[in-house]
Structure formats: structure tokens, C-alpha cells
């Protein structure tokens, strides 16, 4: 017994670091799929807030919206890791989004004992959106953050968990589907986060993404843009979201493993930390 | 033009009289499908907030999510006026209401210069639902609030314009589909709400709904209650809230025609006023 | 009926544009001796109020002064339109204007339902005076204001309407009648006002005082400035105030025709405007 | 000097006893006529507000008064004390109250180094009058205050020392002159104050107005009542006042010698006090 | 390692039930002579803050106190437990409690990262005690707490972490030498202490002292009434103090083996817990 | 009577002078010692605090330290007049500071009926301290204040009066001895005190120690710079408190003679004042 109280004090100089802080998690992959390691998010999550730091989550939905949308009979396609996305898309993206992923999460999250309130883009008007045109390739309704307007989050980030579904609105009203990375780094950048952590369903960042033993376990903002230029797939928007982060004031960025269970408290309280490290 | 400035000190009377004061709208029907009506509903609410009254909304989003459901092959079964609502149903109805209605709504307030926040009986656990057994007959996912925690409210709305689509879950976190008249009533309650306004798709309450001849222009609550057993279809609904909310210390309820541009300020703003008033 | 609800509506791109800001009215002329005028004046500012602006009113009052000196059997004289003020002038002056015009003014606007707080440049020291030698020639206690002092118009602004007789004292407690001009544009100038309206008994500023076509619409203060030499007469001072205010840092400033009825409205609710316009 | 310095130190209990609280000073008579008293006096105020008392002062200005009336060849008549006051009359006090000898003793206060704002009953509707019927006798424009609305007390008293003139309005608009007695008692009782003061130019009550030897020192509620019947002149205002303050909640009220230079600092910092003191 | 932050986890239930509370403790014994647990008491009491709680240490200093007198070659005597203290012991008690021990601990918390404030009942006058007489014998200057000024703790719990060293004066500024137990009862009585823990040598309350076997785990306030005649020695005033704290509206109170490691988080942090506790 | 009053308003301009203002004072000397300047002392205190000033005391207590050290059997040594101080030593004299001057000097201050808070370098982290080495010789623990946290002074100095014991510790939290005008002056240039005034039992800075008619009564910096090398004994660390505090922003800095009743209210409420003024 005494052996776990001394676990608790081991985490006291991270505790110490973290009080009063905002982390922006970029919440997906198998972490938001798999039962299990859902409900053991929502529990991570209100433990963070309950130690006095503040967390703010930012999520996409790929599968669920697939899914739906396969329901619905509609065509799925993607460029560059991206969906291609006509306004039927853009409108099944955001119900699914907003209506399903981000309450069910919200609803995990308020069972533990810390309220949540999701919101999207549209709130408060808490994004504005421009398209992406990815290689100059027209992909619909497919946008990235311009601006990210805090003051709805001020309103309610002392008292709740913020959870931001990552779509949003251009300046014409017209919706667009955002990649849940580049909103989380926008997010982070906006309210100069402590750390920016995004959760993923690979070890970290691959030197090859085929090789686990070429995991990156630390760079700085000048490594990863040297080394940019070699990335894809999935962990292009992660790093470039990293980039922006950073170079906007925002703190520490981390690239883990979301499919460990509790891959956030392993991350945030113990020393070695896991997946990769990004710095100023 | 020296016409037009002095409808505007017409109103004076009624600026003062609402000043600082909280509106609860029902939003539905023909206000909200109908393409301009929807642009006159936003503008309408918007300079409510601007002359100093506190209005928020409440919807549900019939139309939409039946037509939702046929796209997607599901059946639609109506008890009593009440959807017939399976787990795969009230997961879609959310869906629509939550992801694209409520979005929608908040998109085009936002427009005209005050930035509203949609949310649902989820967030900030401001609905605690439970299952309604409509003359004993389980109808499946269809619930009633029991309790409204109006904290998030209080944080948002003097900076606001809060749109709450009208879903929630009970004590276990199960998602109900709740009939968005009972939970407008339900909201003036727990805001002592000054007014509670119900924006229909008829002249008002009609002793006989075949009958436009006989809408009934006021009663209070004494007459409400001798005559409620009279009244079916979608009006009973609307004048269980008005009773619940009247009861529980809010003050006028009416029930207005939607489908009259502007029906919103002829209520507010005209000494005639227009459909139904129910006074304590 | 309908017809009147959109009139308001005609006026949300203007409450939008002026909620929250601060207008000084310099209160003269017909729109404060004509008795109709006087109670549309009230009705008028209560309304900004409602509609979320911050009206500080500044007046002077000639004519009752003039009034009561004849009463007193005292000798009136004006040079270049100032009046010829000796130590018992000024007490007169200061009564009436004090004792009389501004607790009028007060009155009436706490009749149409928005509380008004009536001072004097002594209040809250919120004047500090100096002779003014109008062309090196001492014409009495008559000074110009240097200082405004606005601590105690914040504490009061929220919640009344303040209303300014333009009278206030020098460093050593020396009562002076102040031009309510000046005063009008000392004290927008200290509030950094969104507008500044000067109400007179003429169309607005006319290249040639005796032909009304002569109307200049709109003018930024470099074309006052080159023009201000030919200028003469009550325009003189308005003209001044104008470019002391906006160099000051305030905004607009208007000279309108408050012998219209609600002048006030139409210069900030129609898209025309009346008057002059100048503007940074 | 160093005997100098213990005087300060003899002040100390009251200065502890009288800290934050608030004294409601009727200001009047011989201190408010004599230029070296009524420097005094403004001296006296600044010190009480320097050393943590909240001091309102409330006047009237009968001697004034009746002197521009005569310069204005108005008749001047009184009945059981009381100026009878036709529409001329209560404009005239009105103007020579508010807008000279109100802003007199603002001006003054201002010198010594703690701001004054001078107010009336009209501002902030601060006073609610109703006409007085002496002995069913109508003696015109002569008027009670009914209510006190604290408000505007609120916002200045902290920062401010308030000196209200002891006019007002009834609901219709229609200004009274007002006994300041009267005045000063309803503010004080509205206030709760912990001190009501006035300043007369007698000793105090007299039991025998000719005789100053039968000065009452002190009296409880219960004996004024006893009395009062046989009080007539000046006094019986005062008493009046004493009685209703008191009932009202505020605490000792005192009726002190004005005459004596520092009159008011003699009642709050000696153990003797000077005239009468009615405690509850 | 994922062993660890599992351990964080199973502590969620406990955290969420304690945010915010404030738990007195009564610090002493070995926990507080013993170098390694002192450092452990410091860390436990500056988690608690961290995670949320508000922890108000209370201490005496019976050893050191002891130590010092006989460097001083005075007289050491205890009746009932109670130290016979004359004024000369007083001082010196008082120097030894509040200007090194209560420092000692100050400093230790200081260290950890959470700022201390070291007060005795002389601050802010915190405690007025009057002369305690057991059994009708006069020991000296030994007092109990009459009355608790919780008005300082206010002004500093939120940012400090209070440390109480148990002596105080009575109305005449005489130095008493307080049970710290007494103290520690009275300051949970008067803050509504969520809990109260008192930090002893013994396993906690043993029906018989010598027989470690005879744990009361947990008693409710009526079976602690009926059993305390039978206690004697350094129980009596901890079982007094609960009830005292109890009786007065404070929550439950623990009497735990604070010769354990981490007692405190033992006691707060598992299921089991740790002593004897008291409930309502 | 009437003259003591006055006495009261020959203050008024001083009153006025400090208003809101800090001022730290080294207390110390006879002052310290004698009884009944111990209670002139207090009472003094309370006064500034009640008019309106907010008075900090720092103090150490030299005499007592020796005292008790004899009483110990300690040896008592000192180097330029600073304490030799062994690890024992600093214990005994953190003790007797802390635990015996610091809390006397609350208590009576209490009693006058403003309460105070004793406090030293440790809490609230409020000192951290370094080693001294005067001329490159180690005394052992005595420190100089490196830094001043003003943090907690600002959560209790506007309800409460601050005293200081002038002890603290180093980064390491060891703890040392602090020359109280070292103390003092560090805290007047955190705090950018008003004035500072620093109590002896000298009449001020002698050009010639053993020449009272040598006092210099007024000297800015540059003139202390000047004269400084020729300094020595208890004025020295005075007048480099002195300039330091001056240097860091604090304004004027008196060495007066605590000797004298009432010597604080003398500098401050005279015109004449007494002892030396550095001014900047």
C-alpha cells in the first residue's frame, strides 16, 4: 500500500510544472476507436484538470466519417491523406463530427467528474477558414485555421473541458472539413500552450515509418524543418502542426503512441516520457 | 425618412420594458426550413441582443432528421406525435441536430454581428434526461428533462447568444432524443425566463385547430389547465411547456405563427402583439 | 405592422456599428427652448442608452441666461459672440444653467426610464479653467477649458447619462462660464468619444452663413482647417471644438440641425445623415 | 510640539470608533453664511473623510434664497416656518440651491483635497417628493421626501463626498422645494448612517428656546416623543428628522451649535461632545 | 512504468472527492522530530495543495519546548499532561513554537514549491483563549481557544499554505501556551474543515493503550461520547478536539500513526485508510 | 477644547501628504526597550493606519538576542558591529526575533485595534538571503537580503500592518541573521516606499558622533555618497539602508531619535519634523 502513495509523490515534480498550464491534445487514431482506451482518455483528462492543469482537446473523426458516409452511399476519396470534399462531404463530415465523435467524448469526460463543453469552428466563432489547395490540387471543402479567435475559450476553459471538433467556417459562412492537426497546432499557437501533444497510432516520428527502431525521441524546431521535406503521410501535418505551434510561441511538442493505454500521464509523469520530443 | 426614426422611438416602451431581460425561443417549423425566414429569424434575434435583452434558443429539427433517416434507409415511426426512437435512431437524430442544424442556426447569427454558441443538453451536463413513457407506451430513446444545470448558461450568455439543440443523456450517459418544446419550457424554468416564446406553424392555440377563427389571443394558466385535455397534435406539447415553465416562476408564455416574416419582433415590438399569450 | 418591425430592423447595421461607444452631444439652441423639441430630445437619448451607446450630454443656455440677467435688471453684452461676463454674471449664469437648464434636462430623461446624473465642471473637479482673452481682450469670467477630468464620469457613465452644464472653476476656485462648444469638444476629446454631435439652429456648416445651398456635407480636418479663417460667428467655436476633439483623439464630429425633430436619429440611423460630417 | 502631537492621539478612539462609518451632516445656519466658518466647515469634512468616515452632506439655503428673490422683487412668506412657494418661487430656490450655494460648498471641498459632487434630488432620482400640507394648509411647491434611492450614493460615496441641495421632484416631474431637515433625515435613514448632525445656530434643544441654560445634553427616542409637542420654531424639523432617522434604523443623531468654529469636530473628537445627542 | 500512472489513476476517486476541501491537520510526534519524515510531511503537504485541497497545518512543539527549558536550567512539570508553565515557561515555549519550530516547517514546505505562512494566535489575533483549569487546578498560563478569527486565514489560504503554531493571548494580551490537539480542533471548527487529522505516536484511538490489537477503526460521535471517560493521557484532548470540531460543523476526523511514512496520503489517498476515524 | 481640535487640522495637510501611502520603519533603539515608548510606539502605528497609511515594520532585536544568549551560556561576539553567529546563534536569535520581539510588538498593536501580522524572510518565501562577508571576513550566518518577494505583503498590508523580523534564508533554506536596516531598506525599495524611517537612539546622522549639534538635518544622495567612507558604527548600515532603498526607486529616508515620545508622529505631522531627511 505504502508502495503506491510513494507513486503519487513521484509525480509531484511534474505536477509542480504542469500546475497551472495548458496542454492542447490532439485526440485520435486508436485512442478514440478503441473502447477501452476511451474511457481511460476521459479518465487521464479530468485527472489533468483535477491537478490544476488545463486541458484542451482537439479532434477529428476519419473513421466515423467514413463510415457514415458509406452508409449514406457516398464516394470516399483522399488526396495526399487528405478527403476530397464536396459539399455533400463537408456536411456528413460536421454531423458526424460535431453531433456524434465530439459529444460522445464530451459525455465520457463529464461521467468522470469534470464537466466538458464541445464546441466546433463555428462557436463563438472560434475559427476562420480558408481553403487548402494542396499542390495547388482544388479538393473542396477542405480548409486550414487562419485565425483562431480565443475569447469563447477564455469564457470557459477555468471551469470545463474544452473539446474542439475540428471543423469551421470561411468568412462567407460556407463550411469546411479541417484536418484535426493543423487545428490543433492553431489552437496551441493561439493560446501559447505549455505543450502540444499529438496522439497517434505509431510510435512517434520514423525516420522510416516502416522501421520502429528509427524513432526520432527528440529534435528541435531546426531538425524537423531540415528534415521535413522527407516526410509523408500522416506525419506531415502532425510536424508542420508541430512547426506552427512552436514557432508561434506555444511550448513543447510531443508526437506519441496513443494506442498505450494511459500514453498521456506516461508522456506528461515519468521521466523518460515516450514517442518523440519536439522543442524551440 | 423622419418617418422611419420615429418607429424606431415607437418601440421605446418596449426596449425599456424588455431590457436586460432573458427570451427563451422555441425555434421550428417554417422559420426554420424556409431559406429567408431563416436569414430574418437571425437578424431578428440579433438585435435583441443588441437593445440589451438576453435571448436564447432552443430547436429541435423534425423535417431534417427524417429526411436524414430516409437517406440512410431507417424507418420513421411517429407515437402520439413522438418519434419512435431507437439506439441507431436517436444517434442519427443527434447527429443532424447537434452537427448540422444547430450549426447552421449559430453560422448565420454569428453573421449579423453577435457570435452565438451551440450547444446541447450534453455540455456542461445542462440537461439530465430521463425516459418517457408516453401513456405508459415505451417509445424507446425519448426523454424529458428532469433538471437544467444553467452554469454553463451563466458563463456564456451575456457575451453569447446560446443555441441548444435539444438532446441529452441521463444519469449513465445514454443519449435521448428530447422533444425541444418540453426542454424550451424547461430552460425558461430554470432561468425565470421573462418571456417564453414558441414559434409555430399556426396562428396561435386554436380551440379548433380546423378553425383559424379561433385562436384563442390570451388565457392564463388556470384556463390552460381546464382545457388541456381538449387539445392534442403538436399543441400539447407547446402548452405543457408553457404551464411547466409559468409554474416553475417564469413569466409570459406565447405562442406565435413562425411563418410570418419578422413574427418574432410583431410579438415584442407591437402593442397588439400577435397569436397566443398565457399569463400567470 | 409588419411594415414598422422592419423599420428596426433597418437600424441593426447602425446599433451594431455604435453599441458600446461614446457620443457627446453639445445640447443648444431650438432643440433646447422649444418644448416639443426638449421632450423628443429626452426620448431620444434614452433610447441610445437602451440600444447599448453611452450618451454624455454638454450644454450651455444662452437664452435663459440672458433671460434671467434682464430679470435681474443686469447690463447683457457680448464680444465676437462670447458674453461680456463680470463676477456677478458668472453667478447668474452658473444658477441658471446649473439650478435650471440641467436639472430640466435631468428630469426629463429620468421620466422615459434611463436615470440621468446632472454636474457642473466643480464636480469631481471635472473642469479645470483659464481666462480666455478672445483676440487679447479681457472680456471677464469667461475661460476655456484645459483639463477634463474624467474619473467621476467613469464612475457614473455605466449606469446614468450624464449631463454637463459647461461651467467650472480655475486653480484657485474662480467660477468662469465656459463656451458649451468648447466644453463639448474638451470633454470628447477626453473620453476619446466614437462621435461628436454639435446640435444648432442652422442646416450644418454653410460656406455662406446666408445661403442654405452652401451646405458642406463632409469635410476632414485638413479642409477645416484651410477654411476656418473665413469662418465667423456661433460656427466659429463649433468648428474649433470639431478639430480639438478629433486631434484629441476622437472620432467623428457632426454639426446637424436639432431644430428637425429627432435630428439626433436621423444623423446616426439613416444612411444619409444631416449636417456636416467631418472626420479624421 | 510635542504637545501638539499628543492631541492627534487623543483623537484616536474616536477615529477607531468612527472608521468606515457613514455621517449624514445637515449643513446650515450661521456655518454656511460666515465666510470663516464656512471655510472651517469644508475643512472639517475633508479631515473626516481623510480618516475613513463617509461624510454626506445635505443643505439648504433659506437665507440665499430669500435674498435673489428680493433682487427679483418676488414676494417672501412663510408659514409655521415654512416658505410658501408658488412655481416662480421653487424655480428661484432651485436655481440659487443647486447652481450657487451647492456648488459653493462643493468648490471648497474640492481645495482641501478630497473631490465633492454636488447633487440634488433630482439626479439619479435621487428624491421622491410629495406635496406637504402643513396643518392641511396648501403653501404651494413645499415638499416631503417619500424615498431615497440609494443608488447614485453608491456609486460615488466611496471615491466622492456627496453634497445633495434639498430639492426634487414628485412622479409627475413637478420640482419642491424641500426642508433640508426633512432632507437630511430621510437620507440618513436611508443610509443607515451611523451619525445624523445639525448644524444650527442655537445651543442645541432648548427646552426653553430663551433660556440657553435648559439645553437638553442627551434624550432617547422615547423622551423626544414625550416632548415633541411642546417644540415649535426651527426646532421642530429637527427633531422631527432626529425621530425619523433613528426609527429608520440610523443610529445617534445630534443637534449641535454651528456657531462655534469646528463645531463638528468638537461633537465627534471629545469626550463632552457639544449640544444635544438622541440616541435609540 | 505504466504500473505507475495506473497508480495515479486509482488516486482519481479521492482527488475529485477532496478538490477544494479543507483539511485541518494537527501535526506532531515522530512526524515532526524525525528527520526523514519531516521531509515526507513537507512533500504530502504540498501534493495536497497542489492537487487541489487546502491543507492547514497546526503544530505544538512539546520536545523542543523541553529541550530548550532544560538548556535554560528551568523546572520541567506536566499535570495531566498539561506543562505547568509559569511566565517565564510561556516565553520560552512561545520562542521555541513560533520562532523555530513553526519556522523549520515553513521552510521544508517553502521547498517543495508551495509557499508557507508560519502564524501563531497572535496574528491577526486568530485566536483569543482564555485560562484552562483541568480538574480545577491553576497550572499557569496554559489556555484553550474561545474564538477563532478565521479572517487572516482568508486573506491567505488560497496562495498559502498556513502553519499554525498553537499560543495566543487572552483579551488582555497574556500569552497562553495552548494543546495544540485544542487548536487544531477549534481552527477545524471554525473553517468547516472538510477533515480533520491528527498525527500521533500510536496506531490511533486503542480501546486499550497497551494493547495495539484494540483499534477502533471508526466510531461515530455518539459511541466517542460514551467511551471518553475511560481515556486518559494524550488521547483524551485528540478525542476532545474531534468532537469539538465535529459538534461545530466540521466533517470527519482522523486519528492516524503518523510514525508511518506518508501517513497522510496513506490515511487520504486508499481505500482502507489508516487509524481511527470519526464521523458525524 | 476648541484648541485641541485645531490641533487635528494643522495635521490635515500632512494627512493629506500621505495619504494611501507606504511607509516602512525600522524599529529599534529604545524605542524597542523602554515600556512606555513600547506602547507610544503601538498606539502611533495604529494612528497612521486609521488615517489612511500603510505603515511596515521592520525590526530586529539586538538586546533581547544577547540577553537570552547570556542566559544560555553562549558567547556574544561582534565585528563591525555585526553579530559573530555560529549555527547555535542564528537558532537562538531567529527565536527570540521571531518568537519573542516579532509577537510582543503584534500584541500591542492588536490591543489599539488594528490588526497586525509578524512575519519574517521565510514566509512566504519573503527574503532570500546571502552570505555577508564584511571586509572578506566570515562572521558565520549573517546575510544580506538579495531579493524581497513582495507577494504576501500585498495579500494582508492593505487589512493588516505588517511586522517584519528581519531573518531569512538561502537558496539552500539555511537560515541566517539579518542586519534589520539592511531589512528595512531592501523592503522600502520592493515596496517603493514613500519614506522610510529608520529609529535610533541618536538624534540623527552626527557630522561627529559625540557632537549633538553636529546633526546634518537634510542631505540628498549625492552629499551621503560623498560623506559615507567617513561613516562608521550603528550609522553606517543606516545610511547605506538609506541609499539603497532611495536608489531603488523609494522616496525620502529620516533617521530619527526613537528616543523622543512620539518621535514618528513629530517627523511626520511637523513642519519643523525631526532628524536627518535624505531626499533623492
Same mark, same amino acid.
Not at 202 to 217: F, I, N
Not at 271 to 274: F, Q, R
Given at each position: 500500500m505504502s508502495r503506491d502513495v510513494a507513486t503519487l509523490l513521484e509525480a509531484l515534480p511534474y505536477i509542480r510544472e504542469f500546475h497551472g498550464k495548458t496542454v492542447v491534445i490532439k485526440y485520435g487514431g486508436a485512442a478514440m476507436t478503441d473502447e477501452s482506451l476511451r474511457e481511460e482518455f476521459a479518465k487521464d483528462v479530468v485527472l489533468l484538470k483535477f491537478i490544476g492543469m488545463n486541458p484542451v482537446i482537439v479532434h477529428g473523426g476519419g473513421a466515423a466519417i467514413t463510415d457514415h458516409m458509406e452508409r449514406l452511399g457516398l464516394e470516399v476519396d483522399f488526396v495526399d491523406g487528405l478527403r476530397v470534399t464536396d459539399a455533400e462531404t463537408v456536411e456528413v463530415a460536421k454531423m458526424v463530427l460535431v453531433g456524434k465523435v465530439n459529444k460522445d467524448i464530451v459525455r465520457r469526460i463529464n461521467r468522470y467528474g469534470q464537466p466538458a463543453v464541445g464546441i466546433c469552428g463555428d462557436d463563438g466563432a472560434l475559427f476562420r477558414v480558408s481553403r487548402q489547395l494542396p499542390g495547388g490540387v482544388d479538393i473542396g471543402f477542405v480548409g486550414q485555421v487562419d485565425h483562431v479567435n480565443i475569447d469563447l475559450l477564455h469564457h470557459i476553459q477555468d471551469d470545463y473541458i474544452p473539446v474542439i471538433a475540428s471543423v469551421g467556417a470561411d468568412r462567407d459562412g460556407q463550411s469546411y472539413n479541417v484536418n484535426a492537426d493543423n487545428a490543433a497546432g492553431a489552437v496551441a499557437r493561439a493560446l501559447g500552450a505549455y505543450k502540444t501533444i499529438f496522439m497517434t497510432d +505509431?510510435? !512517434?516520428?520514423?525516420? @522510416? =515509418? @516502416? @522501421? =520502429?527502431?528509427?524513432? +526520432?525521441?527528440q529534435a528541435d524546431v531546426a531538425e524537423v524543418e531540415q528534415s521535413i521535406d522527407a516526410v509523408g503521410g500522416g506525419m506531415l501535418p502532425k510536424l508542420r502542426a508541430c512547426l506552427d505551434a512552436i514557432r508561434g510561441g506555444a511550448g513543447f511538442a510531443h508526437i506519441i503512441d496513443g494506442r498505450l493505454p494511459h500514453s498521456l500521464l506516461l508522456e506528461l509523469f515519468t521521466?523518460? !516520457?515516450?514517442g518523440t520530443k519536439i522543442f524551440p
Open positions: +505509431v510510435e !512517434g516520428w520514423l525516420r @522510416d =515509418p @516502416d @522501421d =520502429p527502431t528509427s524513432l +526520432v525521441r521521466d523518460a !516520457g515516450i
